[in-house]
Each structure stands twice: as C-alpha cells, then as structure tokens.
C-alpha cells in the first residue's frame, strides 16, 4: 500500500530527542519521499484525540534541520495515557462512555493517515488498531532518560540527560563552600531504574577526575566529588552506609550523595500506608514522586547521622531532561530516524532500537514485546568500578550472598 500520510506526535515527558526527532523524521521523508503529505498532533496524544494537528510545510521541511539544537517538543508535549478512560474524561478529551483508543484510531482513519510516528508513549495505540483492522503502520522512537526500556539497549535522550545532570551536580555541589559540614542530596530522575542516577554519578565522578583544583582547602576533588549513589536496584543500608560518610564529612566537611528518584521509594509508600495516609498516584498509577520526595526522605534519613549542620537537596531531572542532544545522542537519533522513515515506507511497524535478546540487531522491535520499568544491571563493570572509587561496599549480607552465589 502506498505511503501518502504520515502524522508524528511526542508523549510522555520531556527527553533531550524529541526536537531532534522530529527534525530528523520530516528531513528523512523530504530526502527519499518528498511527496508524502506530512502531520503532526499538537501536545501528544491530547491532540489525537481532538483532532490538533498542523501540516509540515514546505517551509517547515527546509528549517527542520535546525531543531537538532534544540530541546523540548516543537510539536507540544502531553502526560495522557489512552487507556486511562476516567482521566481522559476529566480533561475533557473524550466524552463519557467513549473509548479513548477509538477515538484515536477513528481521528488517524479521518486524516487518511497511513503511518503514525510515536516519539514516546507506549504500545496500546498500535496494538488496538492491530487488533481492530486498521491499516495502518505505527513505527515508535524510544524516548526516556530513564533507559528503562525492555528490550531496547539505548533510548534517545539518555546519554545526554546523564550529561547534563552532571554539569547540574557540578554548580550545585559548589554550594558547599557557602556552610561548614554540607550534607548535598543530588536527586536524579528514573522512577524504577537507577541506570541514569548511576550514569550522572559516573559523569560527574570522571569530570572531577579530570578536573584541576587547586587542593587547596575547599577547592579539592576529594571535596567536590560523588561520595555515594543510591539506586533502586540495590540494597540500601543506611545505617552502615553512615558509618561510612561520617568521616568524610568529619574531614571534608561536606558530603554529596546523587540518589534515583526511584531508590528507597519502596520504604516511604510503606511507612505512608501503615500511617493511613493516601499515596498521591499520577494517570498511569504511578507513585506522585515529587509529592513523596525521596531526595527529602533520604536527606532526613543521613542529616542527624552524618551530623549535618546544613542540607541542600536539589533535583536535576527538569535542567537534564528539556536540553538539546549531545553528540552522542544526535547519532542515535539520525539512525533511529532513518530507520523508522524506511521501515514505514516498506509497512513495517516496531519500536526502533538495538534488540538486545537479538543479539543486539537494529530494527523495528515487536511492540508486543515492548515495555518500562526495565532494571538497572548493577553489575556492569563501569558501575562497579565506580562504587569502587567512592568506597561504597556491598552491604555485608548482599556481599555474602553473592559470594555463595558466585
């Protein structure tokens, strides 16, 4: 079936790949399929289900290029999940009794479009319109500075929010000349998966590596540098963990811990339930994190032990996450992009990605066998060396563990 519309939208949050995306999309079907007629929805799924939508012009299509230096969405941005039918209720998207997933398929069949660009989101859209007959290609880009995508190896956006929080930590940490004995929470985005808090460690740990201080009083790596990560994924021992970080601030007078939204979320919603209070959730049920605040929880939780005479906790996940892509990134997308044009000209619908249970083939992956929430292997040898450098140990039990297992 030939090719004549293609629409494009960016869901979820924000992620430094959306613009480049974008651009990267209209700039691949202007150079191998000009004629085809180009849309894209306002604000995501929102402008689906509305019917939003502008055309690429021409104009458009000769600027598209420049949105490679750029963050956030050209094109808006939403948080709507379809299937989410009570909220797409409540902000007015569909009327009572309709099914947000037709109405979306219903507006794609009214503009005629063939293909459908997701640069973000998640699978239920494509699996509806498989599942009901629609003909139609729906070809996803991977978005998340999370990197928690199963079973895509990288997302877009990832490396450069690990980059850019970085530079984030690099201003923030310098507070520690404004107060004796410091005690700085680095709060780092990824609600399940701790790859990003470990990646924004590592950046900042190796940009203090290189760096050249003066070693003079509070101008010192071993001052300005990561003195602990915490992650999800492994097991946080706060107790010993202190042990361990009183003397550094003793001698340092400061210490700079970067944590995952997502670590020690498990302990509060338990404590907040067994106190019967109500867990703020978002559309997707997911656990409100900027109304829990971990990066508070754990600043209270090492305050009193590390006998912190000042505590600054400050979160980096809207400085990441809205800047433009770094050079790495911009080469994962212009591949990305240029596999998804060719793949939905030829009718082939996916996620794009490297597959990593395919021996990590670029292509268009199943979006049946897409889905979040995937973990952060701790045990990659950059992260252990990492952990290794700042002295955080395994907890004695996880350490006997795994040498049992081992």
């Keep these: 079936m030939p090719v004549t519309t293609v629409a494009m939208l960016t869901a979820g949050g ?12 209209v700039e691949r079907y202007t150079e191998v ?3 085809v007629r180009i849309i894209a929805y306002r604000n995501g799924y929102a402008g689906l289900l509305t019917g939003d939508s502008v055309e690429v012009t021409d104009e458009v299509r000769a600027t598209a290029g420049r949105l490679h230096a750029f963050g956030g969405s050209p094109i808006g941005n ?3 999940k379809l299937t989410n039918i009570d909220d797409c209720v409540k902000r007015g998207l569909v009327q009572p009794g309709q099914d947000p997933l037709r109405v979306a398929a219903e507006q794609l069949s009214r503009d005629g479009v063939d293909v459908l660009h997701t640069i973000g989101g998640d699978a239920d859209l494509a699996a509806y319109l498989r599942s009901n007959g ?3 290609t729906v070809v996803g880009l991977p978005k998340t500075i999370d990197n928690d995508i199963v079973p895509i190896r990288q997302s877009l956006g990832a490396w450069t929010a690990a980059e850019q929080g970085a530079l984030y930590a690099r201003n923030v940490i310098a507070e520690h000349s404004s107060n004796p004995r410091m005690l700085v929470v ?8 701790g790859w990003l808090a470990a990646a924004t460690a590592l950046a900042h740990h190796k940009w203090v590596q290189g760096a050249q201080f003066a070693e003079w009083l509070e101008n010192s790596a071993a001052r300005w540098d990561v003195h ?14 202190a042990k361990r970080l009183r003397p550094i601030m003793d001698e340092q007078d400061g210490v700079n811990l970067f ?3 997502g670590a020690g979320v498990r302990e509060i919603v338990a404590a907040m339930e067994e106190a019967g209070e109500d867990v703020p959730r978002d559309p997707f049920g997911h656990v409100h994190l900027d109304k ?4 508070q929880w754990f600043a209270k939780q090492f305050a009193a032990k590390l006998g912190a005479d000042k505590v600054l906790v400050q979160k980096s996940g809207y400085f990441s996450r809205s800047a433009a892509a770094n050079g790495a990134d911009l080469a994962l997308i212009r591949d990305c992009t240029t596999y998804a044009v060719d793949a939905a000209l030829r009718g082939e619908s996916g996620v794009v990605g490297h597959d990593e249970e395919r021996g990590g083939e670029f292509r268009a992956i199943e979006f049946e066998r897409i889905a979040g929430g995937k973990a952060f292997d701790v045990s990659v040898p950059w992260f252990t060396d990492l952990l290794r450098d700042l002295g955080q140990a395994w907890p004695e039990a996880v350490r006997a563990l795994l040498l049992v297992s081992a």
């Excluded at 680095?186 to 998966?193: F, K, L």
């Excluded at 999800?232 to 010993?240: A, F, K, S």
């Design 134 to 136: 629609y003909q139609l």
């Design 78 to 80: 939403s948080r709507v």
């Design 33 to 35: 399929a000009p004629d």
């Design 228 to 241: 602990a990560v915490f992650v999800p994924e492994r097991p946080i021992d706060i107790v010993e963990e």
């Design 186 to 193: 680095h709060e780092v985005m990824g609600r399940n998966c």
């Design 14 to 25: 924000l992620a430094p790949c959306l613009a480049s995306a974008v651009g990267g999309l």
């Design 259 to 261: 944590i995952s939204e």
């Design 292 to 295: 829990i605040n971990p990066g």
